[in-house]
């Protein structure tokens, strides 16, 4: 039966007011809603094998059950262990579910099952954790793939095979946002064939297939949206500003140190970008240390000198207050008048840098959220530079826009290495320049992976560095105990030091639930050189430099992606001292051990950053651009074929057709576009 899309789940067999409350609360309120919630995984069933043929990865089976026990966990006193041996004539096989206990009531012994799960090698034994199963004389699974969906307390994925079953014809009726030329041309099936398929699966085949058409659509859509705004910023007016090479030959003869050649290649790309009369908006990649600083006050000194004002964005004063500093010093010769304008600053003084800002006075302002204020005015704002992207939104960036009267130049610098294939999905509105290079006789963080064996003698060696004057981050993958799921927590990490190996040092602790002016205090304390030890969150400040802090500890590091890690390692060695990095880890079976290597054998972020998407996916990556979410359940980041073919199927259509002759193509495009936009 083939129901409106707009009509109420209520209306369906077995769904009450309580199922209906459960149903809403998952966002599940129509049957267009419930068609479009996709199935999170599937158990395949059309390829039992036997026991004695089964290799590590997913596996399905028939089996007798054998024996069942439950027992405590040797390694933690409050976790259950529930054992279970089953065979089936070819071989045996250990199940294992920890804190199931119902588990003892569902399976009996002598009776067959089906068991699907994830074959792994464990304990010196292959076996399942945790797998589903069904009785085989109940079960009408042999043959089949069974849609497994995001599932609740209240909800689960057999309540919701059965509503899905009642309104799958409506499937008919969904919109699709991909143009039917576009998917003719690739010969991809229609929504309504593709959303039955990923529902009701036929064959492995018929599904990927499914999964490849929708998440080519997915693509497609987020790719046009970023060249939609290209297209929309490159019509816009901006100021242009001349390049002037004697000045630019005097702000490089005037540094200590020589421009790599990254630099200049990157410094050419954005002085040809402010030439024009359209705005730049232009993302600059570089490690920590690899100058990316340098290059932009190289353009602010352009911008200025063409008789505009300069306005650099940062998270956090301290950040704020470094950059100033380092600005001032990079200018000095031009007498470039600057000023920090912060909320921490007094009234009387934001009142005045205020006044000079609008009145033109002060050419270069440094700030955090302040730049935002509706009572900050601009003279003449020409060049935006927004440091550590990744923070900042995208209505923050149009507000600073609007101040300008036309789009200003932007420049946005980031220290967080973006794989390619990432970025054409997810920074596809940006150009992108990279300083992959790192200045000559900067030495390369020591990084080590250690094991529990090895504590002992690291704290030694870190006790040794910090009496020798070097200061040390510690940084933990959770916050406090409630946080943890088996993580170390800093909280308590912070205490136990404080208390005993390093009860002689000044330890101080900073975590993302401190308010913004205790992590602030702390973080000021320990950039004065008043703590030896910082123990702390990933909370600690991108981009602010500690001249002393030389040494990084990361616990768990198995924890974290490798970007993250490298992230982490850039905080220390920032000026010309040894560093190191120790990467603390129980695990050591392969698979982690080589992850986490790959640290210790490679200094360059974007290599880190592809292994990072390669073994552990996207992760956050595609999850926050801080106005929005970026939407991919079903494309991969690291499928570079599949992302070329979106972008030129992308460009093509928007080249080609008028796509307003495309509602909702063109409705889906345009509210992508708040998502995606960095501009």
């Not at 590590?56 to 262990?81: C, I, N, Q, W």
């Not at 018929?206 to 046009?224: D, N, V, W, Y």
């Not at 090895?454 to 105990?481: F, H, K, N, T």
């Not at 409630?482 to 205490?495: H, P, R």
């Amino acid at each position: 039966m083939s129901y409106p899309l707009d009509t109420r789940l209520t209306q369906l067999a077995g769904v009450g007011e309580v199922i209906d409350r459960h149903l809403r609360s998952v966002g599940l309120s129509t049957v267009g809603d419930l068609l479009q919630y996709y199935p999170r995984r599937y158990d395949d069933y059309t390829a039992l094998r036997p026991i004695d043929q089964l290799k590590p990865g997913l596996v399905s089976v028939r089996a007798r059950v054998d024996l069942v026990r439950t027992r405590k966990s040797f390694k933690r006193s409050r976790m259950s262990l529930t054992e279970v041996i089953v065979s089936d004539g070819t071989g045996t096989l250990k199940l294992t579910w920890f804190n199931s206990p119902w588990v003892v009531n569902q399976l009996h012994e002598g009776d067959e099952y089906f068991f699907l799960g994830e074959l792994k090698f464990a304990g010196g034994t292959f076996g399942i954790t945790q797998p589903t199963f069904e009785s085989t004389s109940t079960s009408k699974l042999a043959g089949t793939i069974v849609a497994v969906y995001p599932e609740t307390q209240d909800l689960n994925s057999r309540l919701l095979r059965d509503l899905v079953a009642q309104v799958i014809d409506s499937a008919d009726l969904l919109e699709d946002p991909l143009p039917d030329k576009v998917r003719e041309q690739y010969g991809l099936n229609s929504l309504a064939e593709t959303v039955r398929e990923l529902h009701l699966p036929k064959s492995t085949v018929a599904l990927g297939q499914a999964k490849h058409r929708m998440a080519f659509a997915e693509l497609f859509l987020h790719i046009a949206a970023s060249l939609a705004i290209k297209h929309q910023v490159a019509t816009e007016q901006s100021f242009a500003t001349p390049f002037h090479e004697g000045l630019a030959r005097d702000f490089v003869g005037q540094l200590d140190f020589s421009l790599t050649d990254d630099q200049r290649k990157v410094a050419w790309q954005i002085f040809h970008d402010l030439e024009r009369l359209h705005p730049m908006n232009r993302l600059l990649e570089g490690d920590v240390g690899s100058g990316k600083t340098v290059v932009a006050a190289m353009a602010a000194l352009m911008v200025i000198r063409a008789g505009y004002q300069v306005a650099i964005m940062v998270p956090t004063d301290i950040l704020a207050r470094q950059h100033i500093e380092s600005f001032r010093k990079l200018l000095k010769p031009w007498a470039v008048r600057s000023e920090l304008l912060t909320s921490k600053l007094p009234s009387t003084r934001k009142q005045d840098v205020r006044a000079r800002l609008a009145s033109g006075e002060v050419h270069l302002i440094i700030g955090t959220q302040a730049l935002l204020t509706k009572d900050t005015v601009f003279a003449g704002l020409g060049l935006v530079i927004v440091d550590e992207q990744h923070r900042f939104g995208v209505n923050q960036r149009l507000t600073l826009k609007d101040k300008a009267g036309r789009l200003p130049h932007v420049l946005t610098m980031t220290a967080t290495p973006i794989p390619r294939s990432l970025a054409l999905v997810v920074y596809g509105d940006l150009d992108i320049s990279r300083i992959t290079e790192l200045p000559p006789g900067r030495k390369p963080v020591k990084t080590k992976v250690v094991f529990e064996d090895d504590r002992g003698a690291v704290y030694r060696q870190v006790d040794d560095l910090i009496s020798a004057g070097q200061q040390v981050y510690i940084v933990c993958p959770a916050i406090d105990e409630s946080d943890t799921g088996g993580m170390k927590a800093a909280s308590e990490e912070y205490k136990r030091l404080e208390h005993s190996v390093f009860a002689h040092r000044r330890i101080g602790l900073v975590h993302g639930k401190l308010k913004a002016d205790e992590k602030a205090a702390v973080m000021e304390q320990f950039v004065a050189g008043g703590l030896d030890i910082l123990v702390a969150t990933t909370v600690i400040e991108v981009g602010v430099h500690v001249d002393r802090a030389n040494v990084m500890l990361v616990e768990q590091a198995e924890r974290f992606g490798l970007a993250t890690l490298h992230q982490l390692r850039g905080r220390v060695g920032r000026s010309g001292e040894q560093a190191y990095c120790y990467l603390f880890t129980n695990r050591k079976d392969d698979i982690t051990l080589a992850r986490v290597r790959a640290i210790e054998r490679t200094i360059d972020g974007f290599r880190l950053a592809q292994i990072d998407l390669e073994t552990r996916g996207p992760g956050q990556r595609t999850g926050t651009r801080q106005s929005g979410r970026v939407e991919l359940q079903f494309a991969r980041l690291d499928d570079a074929p599949l992302i070329a073919e979106a972008r030129e199927a992308a460009q093509a259509f928007l080249n080609q057709e008028n796509i307003v002759k495309y509602p909702y193509t063109f409705r889906q495009i345009d509210r992508l576009k708040t998502v995606t936009s960095l501009d």
